[in-house]
C-alpha cells in the first residue's frame, strides 16, 4: 500500500498503470488499493484461467490505455504542426526551473520575420513548411536548451538554463549558422532574449523581457527584411513566368517618364517606377498554368487573374514603406470613369500613380506578344488610348504618356 502511494503521489510515475497481486482477498483492502490509484487487483494464487487469459489481458488493457493517455498527453503538451512544446507546456518547464532555483535562466524567442506574407504570397503550406523546417533543425541540433515550443503563430520560444550572459551572444551565432546553413527557402528571422542571473523571483518576467527586446530588434530590422521578402516574391514571380519580369521592366520604364512628363519630383518618379515595377506582385499568387495559358481564360481563371491587384495590396501592406506603392498596386486596374476592378472607385479617387501604371501597362500590353494573341503596333496602342481618354484614362495622364511618345 505505501509503495502503491508513493508511486501515486509522485508526478513522474502518477501515470503508469499498476496492477496488484496479493493473497490478501479482502473487499476492504481491494476497496483501498482501487481507491489509492490502482488500475486493478488480482488474488493469488492464480488459476488457471487467470494465467492464460484474464491476468494477460488486463495487462495488455492496462498498456494499451497507458499509450492513449499518454497520446493525449502529448498532444496537450506538444504543437501539432511543429512538434515543439505548446505555450502551456513552456510556462510549466519555465516554473519548473523556477522552483528548482536554476540559474542563470535563459529566454530567447526566435520571430520568422514576414511569415504573414509568406502566406499570402506563396499560401499556408509554404509558411508550414517553414516553422516546421526550422524545428527539425532544433530537434537535430546539439543546443542545450531544456525546452523548445511554439509561442505564437510566427515565434518559437526556448529556454537554456546556466546560461550565462557571456554564452548569449554565441548561442545566437550558433542559432543564426544552423537557420541559414539548413534552410531551403528564402525567409528572415529576428531575435529577442532576457537573462536572470540575479533574483529567481524575476525570472517569471522572462518572456516579456525577451518580446519587448524582440519588438525593439525588429524595429532597428523591419525595413530591409521586408524589402528583401518583397524582392524574393518579384523573383520567384518573374521564374514562374519570365514574360512578366519584361512587361513589369517596360511598365516601370514608361510610368517613370509619364511621372517626368507631369512634372513629378526626383522622389516621386522613383516611387512611381517601383510601382510599375511591383504592379503585378499579386499574380505570384496565381497558378502558373493560367498565366502561361495560349488560349482564352475561363470565368474561374479570369477571377483569380482579377484578384491579383487585392493580393498585391495584401503583400505590400505590411509595411509602412510601402503603404503608398500598395494603394497603387491595388488600383491599377481602375477605370476614369468608375467601371473598373476591385472597388470600382473613378477619377481623383484613384490614387495617381495606378491612374499613371493603367496607361503604361494598357500601352505594352497592346504592344506585346501574348500567349493569346499577336503583339500590335505602338500607333494603334496610341489611338487606344487616345480612344479611351476620359472613359478607361485619366485625360491629364493620357496627354502626358502622348507628349512622351512624340518627343522620345
Not at 488486463?58 to 498527453?73: G, I, S
Request: hydrophobic share 40%; aromatic share 8%.
Amino acid at each position: 500500500m505505501n509503495i502503491l502511494k508513493e508511486i501515486k503521489e509522485n508526478n513522474d510515475t502518477c501515470d503508469i498503470p499498476i496492477i496488484i497481486c496479493s493473497s490478501i482477498g479482502d473487499k476492504e483492502t481491494i476497496k483501498r488499493t482501487l481507491l489509492l490509484g490502482a488500475y486493478d487487483y488480482f488474488e493469488k494464487p492464480f488459476n488457471d484461467m487467470a494465467i492464460d487469459f484474464g491476468f494477460s489481458l488486463k495487462v495488455t488493457n492496462a498498456l494499451h490505455m497507458k499509450r492513449k493517455t499518454d497520446h493525449v498527453l502529448y498532444l496537450r503538451n506538444h504543437d501539432v504542426l511543429t512538434g515543439l512544446g505548446t505555450r502551456q507546456y513552456f510556462e510549466s518547464e519555465l516554473q519548473s526551473a523556477i522552483d528548482k532555483l536554476i540559474m542563470p535562466l535563459c529566454v530567447v524567442i526566435i520571430d520568422i520575420n514576414g511569415l504573414k506574407v509568406i502566406n499570402d504570397a506563396y499560401g499556408h503550406d509554404a509558411g508550414d513548411n517553414i516553422l516546421r523546417e526550422i524545428s527539425d533543425i532544433f530537434t537535430r541540433s546539439d543546443l542545450q536548451y531544456s525546452c523548445a515550443a511554439r509561442w505564437g503563430s510566427d515565434e518559437i520560444v526556448m529556454l537554456f538554463p546556466f546560461l550565462d550572459r557571456k554564452s548569449l551572444n554565441a548561442v545566437i551565432t550558433d542559432i543564426k549558422a544552423l537557420i541559414d546553413t539548413n534552410k531551403t527557402s528564402d525567409y528572415d528571422i529576428s531575435f529577442g532574449w532576457a537573462i536572470e542571473d540575479n533574483d529567481i523571483s524575476n525570472a517569471k518576467y522572462l518572456v516579456q523581457k525577451a518580446e519587448d527586446n524582440l519588438f525593439s530588434n525588429k524595429i532597428l530590422e523591419v525595413s530591409s527584411v521586408r524589402r528583401n521578402m518583397i524582392e524574393s516574391i518579384i523573383k520567384t514571380l518573374h521564374q514562374k513566368n519570365p514574360r512578366e519580369e519584361e512587361h513589369s521592366r517596360r511598365v516601370s520604364f514608361i510610368s517613370e517618364k509619364i511621372a517626368i512628363e507631369l512634372g513629378f519630383s526626383d522622389y516621386e518618379i522613383k516611387r512611381v517606377k517601383l510601382a510599375g515595377l511591383m504592379h503585378d506582385i499579386g499574380k505570384i499568387t496565381v497558378s502558373e498554368d493560367i498565366l502561361n495559358k495560349p488560349g482564352k481564360l475561363n470565368a474561374e481563371e479570369w477571377q483569380q487573374i482579377k484578384s491579383h491587384p487585392e493580393h498585391g495590396f495584401t503583400i505590400l501592406s505590411t509595411s509602412i514603406d510601402t503603404m503608398e506603392i500598395a494603394n497603387a498596386v491595388l488600383a491599377h486596374h481602375e477605370r476614369w470613369d468608375g467601371r473598373g476592378y476591385p472597388k470600382g472607385i473613378s477619377s481623383d479617387s484613384i490614387p495617381i500613380m495606378a491612374r499613371i501604371i493603367a496607361v503604361a501597362d494598357t500601352f505594352d500590353a497592346i504592344t506585346s506578344t501574348r500567349t493569346y494573341r499577336s503583339s500590335r503596333g505602338e500607333d494603334e496602342a496610341m489611338d487606344e488610348i487616345v480612344h479611351c481618354s476620359g472613359s478607361q484614362f485619366d485625360p491629364i495622364v493620357a496627354d502626358a504618356f502622348l507628349r512622351y511618345m512624340k518627343n522620345k
